[in-house]
């Protein structure tokens, strides 16, 4: 049995993209809201569940730019809720995500979502996700 998952690119707009069967991505700027869906889905799904989310690391460059609560804050409820409900919990970098899945790739599969860049972002990670664990063959790339 394939797993569902979730995949999150965590900021003031955050892209979500779900695999369930078929692939869904959307972006969402209520954070409130994303922690909603995300409880959501988890207590629903039974079976082999992944939460991907890019990792979000503070540094000299973020406290200058921005102080991003709510990538932190939403990559600790993720954390939390992945725990609370038995899912796998699988932190990306950013760059690994973007170098493999470019939006070629996304295109070739049907997924680019035209004028969304935070859920092509989380389809990113989703991507990642799924070839690197053989749930999809290559061969499609």
Same mark, same amino acid.
């Given at each position: 049995?394939?797993?569902?998952?979730?995949?999150?690119?965590?900021?003031?707009?955050?892209?979500?993209?779900?695999?369930?069967?078929?692939?869904?991505?959307?972006?969402?700027?209520?954070?409130?809201?994303?922690?909603?869906?995300?409880?959501?889905?988890?207590?629903?799904?039974?079976?082999?569940?992944?939460?991907?989310?890019?990792?979000?690391?503070?540094?000299?460059?973020? &406290?200058?730019?921005?102080? /991003?609560?709510?990538? +932190?804050? #939403?990559?600790?409820?993720?954390?939390? %809720?992945?725990?609370?409900?038995?899912?796998?919990?699988?932190?990306?970098?950013?760059?690994?995500?973007?170098?493999?899945?470019?939006?070629?790739?996304?295109?070739?599969?049907?997924?680019?979502?035209?004028?969304? &860049?935070?859920?092509?972002? /989380?389809?990113?990670? +989703?991507? #990642?996700?799924?070839?690197?664990?053989? %749930?999809?063959?290559?061969?499609?790339?």
């Amino acid at each position: 049995m394939q797993p569902r998952m979730i995949a999150i690119d965590p900021g003031k707009t955050t892209g979500v993209a779900v695999w369930s069967g078929d692939v869904h991505a959307d972006q969402d700027e209520d954070w409130l809201r994303c922690c909603h869906r995300l409880e959501a889905w988890l207590a629903a799904w039974s079976g082999p569940t992944v939460v991907v989310i890019e990792r979000f690391i503070i540094n000299v460059n973020t &406290v200058g730019n921005s102080q /991003a609560p709510w990538s +932190l804050e #939403l990559i600790g409820v993720a954390r939390y %809720l992945a725990h609370k409900y038995g899912a796998d919990y699988v932190l990306q970098t950013p760059a690994d995500a973007k170098n493999f899945m470019k939006d070629e790739r996304l295109k070739k599969l049907g997924w680019h979502r035209k004028g969304k &860049v935070h859920a092509n972002d /989380a389809l990113r990670h +989703l991507g #990642l996700y799924v070839f690197s664990h053989k %749930l999809m063959s290559t061969d499609v790339l």
